[in-house]
């Protein structure tokens, strides 16, 4: 039996330079995603947080915090840190820093990473601040560097990580068992990705839901992102 009887995946004729995600600001009509600076962010997000319930951090592997200066000591080094690759998610309403996300498990030569480490102050969450963090780093994956995988992973018990990434157009992919242990625990982890010949369609959902005639007077959606992507 010869090597061509065997079925091989599709070649991949042009992949993009080998670059990761950048240390750039993204800017956005709501949000502003800046690379993490404890002096500028810290006070900020530590506010962001303080009245939080410990609950925010049950599925994360660090928190909570029990006050500013254990915060602090957790935030310092994190600028330094290629991957994960932490930003600071602005409102830019109030010119504030209210929540966390990172680039993670970064990999230029397959043109593949995840997001990941998302945390948000509780009134942030399911907002147009929240939602437009994760379309503009989705677009600088996918547009600015040329990706060809956008993945999200979260433990397999955490039903609003879940619920939230098929929200933001993530397609399940199965669970890995036994994948990993954190604070002591087991964790089975549930596997989510976008890939590029997705993304067209989730962008038009994206754009279409953030578009400013999408909102009431009260802020409120007049329609679901789910439903403007068309699943």
């Not at 990941?116 to 994956?141: D, F, N, Q």
Request: aromatic share 12%.
């Amino acid at each position: 039996m010869t090597e061509d009887t065997f079925p091989i995946g599709p070649p991949v004729d042009a992949l993009p330079d080998g670059r990761g995600p950048e240390k750039t600001v993204l800017d956005g009509h709501w949000t502003r995603l800046e690379p993490i600076d404890p002096a500028r962010h810290g006070d900020d997000l530590y506010r962001a947080i303080a009245d939080a319930p410990d609950s925010l951090w049950t599925y994360m592997n660090f928190g909570p915090f029990a006050d500013a200066a254990a915060f602090r000591a957790w935030l310092e080094p994190q600028p330094a840190i290629a991957d994960p690759m932490a930003f600071a998610i602005i409102d830019t309403d109030q010119g504030i820093a209210r929540g966390m996300a990172c680039y993670m498990r970064i990999v230029p030569n397959w043109a593949t990473c995840e997001v990941g480490s998302i945390w948000y102050a509780p009134a942030l969450k399911r907002t147009r601040v929240a939602t437009e963090a994760m379309y503009l780093m989705a677009r600088h994956v996918f547009e600015d560097l040329g990706y060809r995988r956008y993945e999200w992973k979260c433990d397999a018990l955490n039903a609003a990580s879940q619920s939230a990434a098929r929200r933001l157009g993530f397609s399940y992919e199965g669970l890995f068992r036994q994948h990993m242990i954190y604070k002591g625990r087991n964790r089975d982890t549930a596997w989510y990705a976008m890939i590029d010949q997705d993304w067209p369609r989730i962008k038009t959902g994206f754009e279409a839901w953030l578009d400013p005639g999408n909102f009431d007077a009260d802020g409120n959606q007049k329609a679901g992102l789910a439903h403007l992507r068309g699943n």
